[in-house]
C-alpha cells in the first residue's frame, strides 16, 4: 500500500509528460501502467482507485495495457480454417473400368498432387464395383483433381470426380424401400435423354450388354412429347448396379445419359408410356 501511495504521488508531483503519453484504455481496464520520466510501474486498477480522487484519475498521465479477448477468438479461427480443408480431401469417383487396380488409380491421380489413400469399393466376391474414394494430400490438390478428371475418358468410360459426401453411403444400391406387393424388380431412373430417343432404342442401349425386363420413355400427355426421361427395369439388383456403373454418362443418340435408382414408381407413369403399335410424334 506505501508503495502504491509513493508511485501516484510521486506521479502527480512530476512535470506532465507530452501529450502522447497521457491515459489510453478502455473504460474499463483490468490493469494500468503509470509511466512519468523517472518512474514505471504495472498496478492493478482495483488496487490505485480507492487512493485517487475523481480529479486525479482525469489528470493522471499514464497509459494502460489489457489482454482482450478477441485476439484469442482470431486464433481459433486460424486454427479452425486448416481443419475444415481436411474435410475436403476426400473424392468419390464412379465409372471407373472394373479391371482398375489401387495402384492404377493413384497413378492416375498422382498427375494432381500426392495421393494419401485410395481405397476400391467390391462386391463380396471381391469384383470392384466400379467406384472407389480417393484421398488427395490437400483440399487444393483435390479440387485440382476434380478440375482435370471429372468427365474424363478411361479406357471407354467417361469417370466422374466429385468431393465425397460426409455419412452417405455411395450410390450402387437401392435406397432400402418395400417394393409393391408382388414386385422384386429394380428400376433404373433415366434422365437427359434426346428428344427422338423411343422405348424400343432405349432398350436396344441397354440390351447390348444386360438383360432389362422393360424399358419405356415418358411422354406428356398434354404436348404428345417426349418428356426428357424414361424407366429401364432389371430383374436383379446385381444387373441393375452394374448398368448404372459401366452406362453412366455414355452417350445415346448424341446426349449423355445419366443412370440412378428410381427412389419410388411414379403413380400414373403407365399413361404416359408409349404405346407398342402406336407412332409417337416427333419434338419439332
Not at 473424392?91 to 473400368?97: A, D, G, Q, T, Y
Not at 448398368?243 to 407413369?269: C, H, N, Q, W, Y
Request: aromatic fraction near 8%; charged fraction near 25%; include cysteine.
Amino acid at each position: 500500500m506505501a508503495a502504491i501511495e509513493l508511485a501516484a504521488s510521486s506521479i502527480f508531483s512530476s512535470p506532465p509528460p507530452p501529450f502522447s503519453s497521457y491515459l489510453k484504455f478502455p473504460l474499463f481496464p483490468n490493469s494500468i501502467k503509470l509511466q512519468n520520466y523517472n518512474h514505471s510501474l504495472n498496478l492493478s486498477l482495483k488496487s490505485i482507485l480507492p487512493l485517487l480522487s475523481r480529479k486525479q484519475c482525469s489528470q493522471l498521465h499514464c497509459s494502460a495495457v489489457e489482454v482482450t479477448e478477441p485476439v484469442t477468438v482470431q486464433q481459433e479461427d486460424e486454427e479452425e480454417k486448416p481443419q475444415k480443408n481436411n474435410q475436403r480431401r476426400k473424392l468419390f469417383v464412379l465409372n471407373l473400368p472394373w479391371s482398375l487396380t489401387v495402384p492404377d488409380i493413384k497413378n492416375i491421380f498422382a498427375e494432381c498432387g500426392i495421393v494419401d489413400d485410395v481405397e476400391i469399393i467390391k462386391t463380396k466376391d471381391g469384383k470392384s464395383r466400379g467406384f472407389a474414394f480417393v484421398t488427395m494430400s490437400s483440399g487444393e490438390e483435390a479440387q485440382a483433381a476434380i478440375d482435370k478428371l471429372d468427365s474424363y475418358e478411361l479406357s471407354g468410360r467417361i469417370i466422374r470426380v466429385e468431393f465425397a459426401k460426409r455419412f452417405k453411403k455411395p450410390p450402387g444400391a437401392p435406397p432400402p424401400s418395400t417394393p409393391p406387393q408382388g414386385e422384386t424388380r429394380h428400376k433404373l431412373y433415366v434422365s437427359n435423354l434426346a428428344w427422338k430417343v423411343r422405348s424400343t432404342q432405349l432398350r436396344e442401349f441397354f440390351s447390348a450388354n444386360y438383360n432389362p425386363i422393360s424399358a419405356r420413355v415418358i411422354f406428356d400427355n398434354a404436348s404428345g412429347r417426349a418428356a426428357g426421361y424414361g424407366f429401364v427395369t432389371f430383374d436383379t439388383k446385381e444387373q441393375a448396379e452394374a448398368a448404372v456403373s459401366a452406362l453412366d454418362g455414355k452417350e445415346l443418340m448424341g446426349r449423355p445419359i445419366r443412370l440412378k435408382f428410381s427412389e419410388r414408381d411414379a403413380d400414373g407413369s403407365e399413361k404416359k408410356e408409349e404405346a407398342p403399335t402406336q407412332e409417337n410424334p416427333e419434338e419439332p
